[in-house]
């Protein structure tokens, strides 16, 4: 009987059965950040304990960082105080550090890959639950709370039950203009937003294969929207290609080591899965959500639906988004006048989102009134882009070209909504008061139709708004 | 470390109606601006309990009828988002002792069990019942037992489930799974060589 890459994985890094019956698990990889990090090198002091394994542990600065600021010290002294502990923390417990100055900062689920860390086979960790992104090179990972950064600090390992695995399938032609964003909204959209609860989600078929590694890594990236604890795409050659060369890879002779290794982690094609579920990319159309859930989202041409006609547990829900957002139920999404358009975060902020949108973006302006800005994912994906004059086609468009960091996706930062503005986002959550203001309302959908919104001044068809170009 | 088992908890309810409460709802990312978890806890709920000018909701948690609650009750899919363990955080900070809800993301779920706050789910039936009697009567008290499972409020008595790993921690008093993790560091190392790292070269 075959294994699933998750089982295999699992069992490789399972160190034994814990009291409690849960497996203690070793974690190849874990990553950390300002925000979910501190209490855990507090607790950690309390006990009197070392980091175990400091070479498996990195650390950036992401979510607090100011985008528009590189000085210290912050105008936002909390934001200041919170980068300096890490910076301490990191030099006391031996931990590598990609400060500011480092050239190498960013959203940590995009340093990862961009310099190599992830890698395929291996189970990585980190507080923050977007960290299932790293899945889209074959590792298993795991978004985890501070009292386990501190387990995996003080051990290299955490207490975990073992997850089922869920096959999803997508198979055929993605049309035009329709992106890894679209997909992955709409399987949540379909399965709903704790159907995988329970579950690591397997995204396998002709589809997923077709993907470059960035847009699997969107897809992966919004797993924990769907409930699901865990997110991977099988590696394959790509996910290889992809590695060769970045500064953490395997070098020389130990990279056909790792490669023959990696590959023996795929999925056997007997292997048996919990579940699975099958979808037509044909059928996929560019998708916005309307809701204050991930799940609660449209294709651009349907109309917002009422209550009435939903399954009865999400009804109250969606009457809960429809005051909320001040959307009617029956009304179009497209037409709707937004106030902010955001193009960013770790769903969909690295090279790839910026060169396709800039295709569209280019000679275009951002409607009069609207607030627009773009935050490269890292100092890295910033870099490239300013070599590829990407930067000054954003700027020339009316964006407000940032420094990289989470930005508005969380508004933990000075980049905020203001009252109820809408925002037109390329992040993965809508939730009430996510992007800093409590009444905000918040639009996902894929960066190049957060550009088409932009430059129209309402949700838009970018199908139709760039139908020329 | 060895704690005080959880096996039985009782106390006065408070309601907080609705599903899919996230954590960004249960405590907004603007207060996560900390070094501590201290005084976490007055931060719950904050954009729903105040109008962003400042004035009071009247949120159930600071409904005077339900002042000394010890038991936060909700519908489905309670905690997901974020995983921020300040969420379990400022709900134990902010003195409540157990979560009853008709379920529970699982990141969510796994931080509060470390924390020593069960979080029991109830069908979606018990849960309305339990809901409507404690709007009714906030006075009523709520007692979790983590040992049968179960849950009685006056008269209602119904069965709630918890995964066996937290039901099992709970009990033993080693929820915080950190003593039994650290008593395996020399299995871990050796596991450790096994397992190749990600190097600069
Ligand atoms: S970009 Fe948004 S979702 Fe991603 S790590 Fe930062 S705050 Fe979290």
Redesign the pocket.
């Known amino acids: 009987m075959g294994k699933t890459l998750f089982q295999k994985v699992w069992d490789r890094h399972a160190v034994g059965i814990l009291p409690d019956g849960s497996t203690q698990l070793f974690v190849g990889t874990h990553l950390i950040h300002e925000v979910t990090s501190p209490q855990a090198f507090g607790m950690l002091r309390d006990l009197g304990l070392k980091v175990a394994f400091p070479s498996r542990t990195f650390a950036t600065v992401?979510?607090i960082v100011p985008t528009d600021q590189r000085t210290e010290p912050f105008r936002d002294s909390l934001a200041d105080a919170m980068i300096k502990e890490l910076r301490k923390n990191c030099s006391d417990f031996g931990v590598t550090f990609f400060d500011i100055p480092s050239g190498k900062q960013g959203?940590?689920?995009i340093v990862g890959p961009e310099q190599g860390i992830t890698q395929p086979g291996t189970t990585i960790a980190c507080g923050?639950?977007?960290t299932s992104t790293h899945g889209a090179f074959g590792a298993v990972a795991f978004g985890i709370g501070t009292s386990q950064v501190r387990d995996v600090l003080a051990t290299q390992t955490m207490a975990l039950s073992p997850l089922k695995v869920r096959k999803i399938e997508v198979r055929g032609k993605l049309g035009p203009g329709v992106y890894a964003k679209d997909i992955i909204l709409h399987i949540i959209r379909t399965l709903g937003v704790n159907g995988g609860t329970g579950y690591a989600y397997e995204y396998c078929g002709p589809t997923i294969e077709g993907l470059s590694l960035e847009e699997r890594m969107t897809i992966c990236?919004m797993s924990i929207e769907g409930g699901a604890r865990a997110g991977y795409v099988n590696p394959d050659e790509k996910t290889f290609e992809y590695l060769k060369g970045r500064p953490y890879s395997p070098k020389g002779k130990e990279w056909d080591v790792a490669v023959a290794e990696w590959k023996k982690v795929v999925s056997d094609a007997d292997a048996i899965y919990d579940d699975v579920k099958i979808f037509e990319a044909s059928e996929i159309r560019p998708t916005v959500t309307w809701g204050i859930n991930p799940g609660q989202g449209i294709f651009i041409d349907e109309a917002i639906p009422s209550p009435e006609q939903l399954p009865e547990a999400d009804r109250a829900s969606a009457k809960e988004a429809l005051e909320f957002m001040k959307f009617k139920a029956g009304e179009k999404l497209a037409g709707q006048k937004i106030q902010v358009a955001f193009f960013?975060?770790?769903?969909n902020?690295r090279i790839s989102d910026f060169l396709e949108a800039s295709k569209f973006l280019k000679g275009r302006k951002v409607a009069p009134g609207i607030r627009a800005i773009a935050v490269p994912?890292s100092q890295g994906v910033s870099k490239i882009c300013a070599e590829m004059g990407i930067d000054k086609i954003f700027r020339e468009a009316g964006f407000d070209w940032r420094e990289a960091g989470?930005?508005m996706?969380?508004g933990?930062n000075p980049d905020q909504l203001v009252g109820d503005e809408i925002c037109a986002s390329s992040?993965?959550?809508n939730f009430k008061g996510r992007q800093g203001s409590p009444t905000g309302r918040t639009l996902l959908m894929s960066p190049v139709m957060v550009v088409a919104a932009a430059v129209t001044g309402k949700v838009s068809d970018a199908r139709l708004v760039f139908a020329k170009s | 470390m060895s704690l005080s088992p959880i096996a039985q908890v009782t106390g006065r309810g408070v309601v907080v109606a609705g599903d899919d409460i996230d954590t960004d709802r249960i405590i907004p990312a603007r207060y996560m601006r900390c070094i501590t978890f201290d005084g976490l806890g007055e931060y719950l709920f904050r954009d729903v309990r105040q109008t962003p000018e400042g004035k009071s909701t009247n949120h159930p948690i600071d409904d005077p009828k339900y002042k000394g609650a010890t038991i936060l009750i909700s519908g489905m899919n309670f905690g997901c988002g974020?995983s921020r363990e300040h969420a379990p955080q400022a709900i134990a900070r902010a003195g409540f002792k157990a979560v009853i809800a008709g379920g529970f993301a699982e990141i969510f779920f796994g931080n509060s069990t470390t924390l020593g706050l069960p979080c029991a789910t109830a069908t979606r039936k018990d849960l309305t019942a339990l809901m409507s009697l404690i709007q009714k009567d906030p006075t009523t008290l709520v007692t979790i037992d983590v040992e049968k499972l179960h849950v009685t409020a006056g008269p209602l008595s119904f069965p709630v489930s918890l995964k066996t790993s937290a039901q099992q921690g709970l009990l033993s008093g080693r929820y915080d799974a950190i003593a039994d993790l650290l008593a395996n560091l020399p299995k871990v190392k050796e596991l450790a060589g096994r397992i190749p790292s990600a190097t600069a070269s």
């Open positions: 992401d979510h959203i940590v689920h923050d639950s977007h990236n960013g975060s770790c769903t902020a994912g989470c930005s996706c969380l933990m992040s993965n959550r | 974020s």
